[in-house]
């Protein structure tokens, strides 16, 4: 199917379709997973993250039912038993019938925003600082905040090496950092940065629980815009949780573009 969409406006502002295409289009794959594209892009999870398989991105002429046996089945030949699916505006055929058709579970949504990188400033209180990861030190602080807040398993000396590299990677080609928040110099809260065709893909927001509400997550989110707007990026993009930091990236100047919704079935 050929979609026709509208041009960036004359002063190199993304457009509602542009922006619409840009979160379509953003997928994430972790280290050590598998990935393949087909009807539906499929994400094969290493077991740190919970293992089990992830679709998202539909593109194909086949009716939804065959669209998800295939997916479903892929699923069980990679002998996992769990998968998960994120919609979006963009899915053709769309899934989300078909999957509560068949007993998935919706377990989140996720609201699509953006604004420019500059402009509007995020208002950041006292004693909160945030600073971009550099050393390995502050990557484990980042570890030590991201394993309990996304449940997953710590990074051992091997996973740690090979994400610093990584990081380091990005940082030195201006695609992509990490930031670190501090309240009082004790480090609670996280998020990366992933740069892409003039967009900041802004993920992986993580604040402890016990510290929440305290700004350090905005904190966090000024330095990524600063930052990114550094490295060239000027249209923030993010996916942001209804339940927690949605509220946050209205207030922030952000604008809604519409809704994702996060299914899972157990096979």
């Not at 379509?24 to 990935?35: I, N, Q, V, Y």
């Not at 065959?66 to 505006?89: H, I, K, M, Q, Y």
């Not at 004693?127 to 570890?143: H, I, K």
């Not at 993920?203 to 490295?231: F, H, I």
Request: glycine share 10%; proline share 5%; with cysteine.
């Amino acid at each position: 199917m050929t979609t026709t969409v509208p041009a960036p406006a004359a002063d190199g502002t993304p457009t509602e379709a542009d922006i619409l295409r840009a979160a379509a289009a953003w997928a994430w794959f972790p280290r050590g997973s598998e990935h393949v594209r087909g009807d539906l892009l499929l994400v094969r999870y290493p077991e740190r993250f919970g293992g089990g398989v992830r679709g998202s991105q539909v593109t194909s002429a086949r009716p939804a039912a065959e669209v998800l046996d295939g997916a479903l089945d892929r699923t069980r030949a990679c002998g996992e038993s769990v998968f998960t699916f994120w919609t979006n505006p963009a899915d053709d055929p769309d899934l989300e019938e078909e999957l509560r058709r068949r007993g998935a579970v919706h377990f989140d949504t996720v609201t699509v925003f953006a604004r420019p990188t500059s402009g509007a400033a995020v208002d950041v209180p006292p004693g909160v600082s945030a600073e971009v990861v550099r050393a390995v030190d502050q990557l484990r602080e980042v570890d030590a905040i991201n394993v309990p807040v996304w449940e997953q398993q710590p990074l051992d000396d091997d996973g740690l090496r090979a994400e610093f590299a990584e990081l380091t990677e990005a940082l030195d080609a201006g695609t992509g950092f990490r930031v670190l928040g501090r309240i009082d110099g004790r480090a609670v809260s996280t998020g990366g940065c992933t740069i892409v065709d003039g967009f900041t893909r802004l993920w992986g927001a993580a604040t402890l629980e016990a510290d929440r509400g305290r700004g350090v997550y905005r904190a966090v989110l000024a330095e990524r815009l600063r930052q990114s707007a550094a490295r060239g990026a000027r249209t923030a993009l993010v996916k942001g949780r209804v339940s927690t930091s949605a509220p946050i990236l209205a207030r922030a100047g952000f604008t809604r573009y519409g809704d994702e919704r996060g299914y899972r079935l157990a096979l």
